[in-house]
């Protein structure tokens, strides 16, 4: 109890600066309440190494909070959960589908395939320009990423919350992250701002994770990093500075796109099974729509931009339609990475110890923890296929045989695998961006696309990478 005292007081301060009421932490809840985390999702655990406090919010709930005074999980009786006409049984049946488990969470990816050729790289650097007809598979150019090497055996936004990283090792060594100065908090801005501030710091490569016109710790992190590896202090709040930045790194953070025959024509699949068996019958796990695309080609949430497009058909070629600039991406070679758990952040050194690019992340679980201490990066593969092995992974639905999975946006790992020294652990996508830093993974790190794509091209074989508390 002394140590967990000792640990709070900040975040005591921070809650105390929101109006709650601290209550002292425990192990658990109740049989009859559950814990509800702002995206709806159940949280099956309440983490008793300090990560998290008790409260009570502005209508009296009970509430967790994490260090950066961000809500994880709302208590809520279970019976108002499930509905009075819910029979959930969650001890029905050991493989039958149950709520609140991560085989059958849509957040759950599977652990990284074992085997040498469950992994392959497309040709082109662009995944959807691969799709055609069969997809494409050679060996990775050495010259981008060095020589192929086996594959060993929650903030103003109320989803941003974020997974409670935990070592199952409770003799294993504290490593601390780098302690960065705080950024100036962001006062009342409009959409349109948000934006301008989100743009113009994807393009200095401290990524805010997704620009969606919105506040959240991802943006703040992001601002965070660039201060430390600037030596400047950036005020968020001052437009016309923003808007100057942007000016001198490539112009306005809108710009306009004409949407391209081949933009409307794909390929594109009707959907995305969660049944692996499905999914593997799919030829590829491309992009459902001309929007999910767009998004992810111009670093965005989807509905975003459908936002700003109001109205808009995307499916018809010659449509102009408004979306950001992101600029050129960032360029340099990693020396070392660092993924901090704490910050659900990965930070990108370069041989000299300068930080020159940042990644908001999704690193681990209570449940599936991330590695500690330090591995190195075995191989980098673009657009990835995926093997799916009930004995190496988990048992997902009735899928008790080895399925093959093809390469796409939309894969368990997205477009990028960076494999690390530690088996079945690597750097990868996501198909769904928008949750990056605010969902667990299961230990791997996980980026967006696009950020992942980014780092990869900047990372070679024997980097090394750090896992920090």
Known sequence: MNSIFKTSVSLLAAVSALGFAVLPAKAQQPRDTILVSPDGD????????????????????????????????????????????????????????????????PDYFPPAPSDDNDLTTSSVPEMRDGLNGNVERQPLPGSDFGTSQPLPDFSDNPGDTASLPADTDPNAEFVPGPKFQPAKALGKMSSAEVTALQVFLDREGFSPGVIDGRKGSNVTKAIEAWQNATGETLDPNNA????????????????????????????????????YSQKAALPHMSFTSTTEMLAEKFHMDEAYLKEINPGVDFTIPGTIVKVVDTGR??????????????????????????????????????????????????????????????????????????????????????????????????????????????????????LTNWDATELAKMTSAGVTVEFVD
């Open 42 to 105: 159940i949280l099956d655990y309440v983490p008793n190494d300090g990560s998290v406090r008790w409260a009570r919010d502005n209508r009296g709930r009970r509430v967790l909070v994490d260090s950066w005074g961000d809500i994880v999980a709302t208590a809520m009786p279970a019976a108002r959960y499930y509905g009075d006409g819910d029979n959930y049984n969650p001890r029905r049946g050991r493989y039958r589908e149950v709520r609140g488990y991560p085989e059958t969470s």
């Open 240 to 275: 016309d500075d923003i808007l100057e930045r942007l000016r001198l790194s490539g112009g306005m953070a809108f710009t306009t796109y004409e949407i391209s025959a081949a933009d409307a024509a794909g390929p594109y699949v009707a959907a995305i099974p969660d049944d």
């Open 329 to 446: 991406a960032k360029t340099g070679k990693v020396a070392k990475i660092l993924a901090d758990k704490a910050r659900k952040q990965v930070l990108a050194y370069d041989a000299g110890g300068t930080l020159i690019a940042a990644y908001p992340a999704s690193i681990g679980s209570a449940d599936t923890p991330s590695p500690s201490g330090t591995v190195t990066v075995q191989r980098v593969a673009l657009n990835p296929g995926y093997t799916y092995n009930p004995k190496i992974n988990f048992k997902q639905g009735g899928n008790d045989k080895i399925l093959t999975l093809q390469p796409g946006p939309n894969g368990p790992v997205g477009t990028v695998w960076i494999a690390l020294s530690k088996p079945t652990y690597g750097i990868h996508g996501t198909p769904e961006p928008s949750k990056i830093g605010k969902t667990q993974s299961h230990g791997c790190i996980r």
